[in-house]
């Protein structure tokens, strides 16, 4: 299984690519909101790939975000929705509002991408809705224990330098609060300290 690309970019035909990895060009279908962001002919490209095996062809499938080629995975897993509309619907809704519109159950966003009616978009919430909370909620449980991780390890740098826990508490969590989960230890530190 081919699971990414990283070469140069030397054709652009919507929704087709093709990348030159060593001399080898491969010829890739992606969706538009990885189209949009490619870096220009002749620049260097890494895709996430998905293959797919048919009787008559192998298609390789490219993405420039790991949620895009997990929610292709998703959609393609559907009875009736094939790689073709997968790609229509990722380039119609982000993999985030694809997300909320099948947990939410809103027939109305899926069914504004062309070539989903009905009973399709009844299909993908049915087949999808549970897995799709499912990993929601498992997503949000990695950003906590991430964000607790990361607040242990700037409370025991704190702590070593000479400041009191509980002063080091307050500090780290003041920064937390103002900054979000997406703060990296040394910033963190950094911050408390003058917090502190």
Request: hydrophobic share 45%.
């Amino acid at each position: 299984m081919i699971g990414q690309l990283t070469g140069t970019l030397i054709e652009k035909m919507p929704p087709q690519v093709m990348v030159d990895c060593h001399g080898v060009g491969y010829e890739l279908d992606v969706p538009m909101s990885t189209f949009y962001n490619l870096p220009g002919l002749g620049e260097t490209v890494r895709l996430l790939t998905h293959l797919v095996v048919r009787e008559d062809a192998h298609v390789l499938f490219g993405f420039a975000s790991e949620s895009e080629k997990q929610m292709f995975g998703h959609l393609i897993s559907v009875n009736g929705v094939g790689p073709s509309t997968a790609l229509v619907v990722l380039s119609y809704l982000s993999p985030e509002e694809l997300r909320h519109a099948i947990v939410r159950e809103d027939t109305a966003a899926l069914q504004a991408v062309k070539g989903i009616g009905g009973k399709t978009a009844q299909r993908l919430i049915l087949e999808l809705r549970d897995k799709l909370k499912k990993e929601g909620e498992e997503s949000v449980a990695n950003a906590g224990i991430v964000r607790n991780t990361v607040r242990q390890e700037a409370l025991s740098a704190l702590v070593t330098l000479g400041i009191a826990k509980p002063a080091a508490e307050k500090s780290v969590d003041a920064v937390l609060k103002k900054a979000g989960s997406n703060i990296s230890l040394e910033e963190l530190v950094k911050h408390a300290l003058k917090n502190a």
